[in-house]
């Protein structure tokens, strides 16, 4: 029974053969880059800690990170409280959120810690995948988690301004007024109120939603 057992072993053996072609033993190989024996290389990169074999795309590991990140390193610092390497650009010129790559795209609701593409942080500090944040721009100009601006708008800005001033609204509603809250600084105020956009008085952006009902001042009523 034993020689038996030692020949279905053998066959097995010879059916399922791991490693190199000079390679006779049946236990698992040892992860290495190249093979001892006839020196072939497995991957261009490999990773002893992740045993992540790959074409060589510049990677590097990040200890804080605890996977592998495609490269350069010089280009990345992991920042500590985002819990998340970044492009070097971005050092000290973005808003931190602890752990926030911690959480899923709010665009795709797929993972961003360890997704390949590369995130982009928002100026609010969240983060989205950055083909999600190109898509979202096609649809709007807001953070879809706390509705701030996920780019510049100034220059935007500007520009309605000098569309509300060529659009005057009709008599029932110039001096109507109403309470705005502004999603960019979140500040309140009452402004005019106008159908192509109310201001914020503080920061002038126009990312405002009305906050309470409209009012008619003394003097029309």
Same mark, same amino acid.
């Given at each position: /029974?034993?020689?038996?057992?030692?020949?279905?072993?053998?066959?097995? &053996?010879?059916?399922?053969?791991?490693? =190199?072609?000079?390679?006779?033993?049946?236990?698992? @190989?040892?992860?290495? &880059? $190249?093979?001892?024996?006839?020196?072939?290389?497995?991957?261009?990169?490999?990773?002893?800690?992740?045993?992540?074999?790959?074409?060589?795309?510049?990677?590097?590991? =990040?200890?804080?990170?605890?996977?592998?990140?495609?490269?350069?390193?010089?280009?990345?610092?992991? =920042?500590?409280?985002?819990?998340?390497? @970044?492009?070097?650009?971005?050092?000290?010129?973005?808003?931190?959120?602890?752990?926030?790559?911690?959480?899923?795209?709010?665009?795709?609701?797929?993972?961003?810690?360890?997704?390949?593409?590369?995130?982009?942080?928002?100026?609010?500090?969240?983060?989205?995948?950055? $083909?999600?944040?190109?898509? /979202?721009?096609?649809?709007?100009?807001?953070?879809?988690?706390?509705?701030?601006?996920?780019?510049? /708008?100034?220059?935007?800005?500007? &520009?309605?301004?000098?569309?509300?001033?060529?659009?005057?609204?009709?008599?029932?509603?110039?001096?109507?007024?109403?309470?705005? @809250?502004?999603?960019?600084?979140?500040?309140?105020? $009452?402004?005019?109120?106008?159908?192509?956009?109310?201001?914020?008085?503080?920061?002038?952006?126009?990312?405002?939603?009305?906050?309470?009902?409209?009012?008619?001042?003394?003097?029309?009523?």
């Amino acid at each position: /029974m034993a020689a038996s057992a030692r020949e279905d072993g053998a066959r097995g &053996q010879a059916q399922v053969r791991r490693g =190199c072609e000079h390679y006779d033993r049946g236990c698992l @190989l040892k992860a290495q &880059q $190249t093979c001892e024996e006839c020196s072939t290389l497995f991957g261009e990169y490999y990773c002893s800690l992740c045993h992540l074999f790959d074409k060589d795309k510049k990677q590097y590991h =990040c200890e804080n990170c605890g996977i592998c990140r495609i490269g350069p390193k010089e280009d990345f610092f992991h =920042c500590l409280k985002c819990n998340l390497c @970044l492009t070097i650009n971005l050092q000290g010129k973005h808003k931190c959120i602890e752990n926030v790559s911690r959480q899923n795209c709010p665009i795709c609701l797929e993972d961003i810690h360890t997704s390949r593409i590369v995130a982009h942080v928002l100026p609010c500090g969240h983060l989205l995948h950055r $083909t999600c944040y190109e898509e /979202m721009l096609k649809e709007g100009y807001r953070c879809p988690l706390c509705m701030h601006s996920a780019l510049d /708008m100034t220059r935007y800005w500007r &520009q309605l301004d000098d569309e509300v001033a060529q659009t005057p609204m009709p008599s029932e509603y110039q001096n109507m007024t109403v309470d705005i @809250l502004c999603n960019d600084c979140n500040g309140k105020s $009452t402004v005019q109120f106008h159908i192509l956009g109310m201001k914020c008085n503080i920061c002038e952006s126009y990312n405002t939603a009305q906050s309470g009902g409209r009012r008619i001042s003394v003097d029309q009523q």
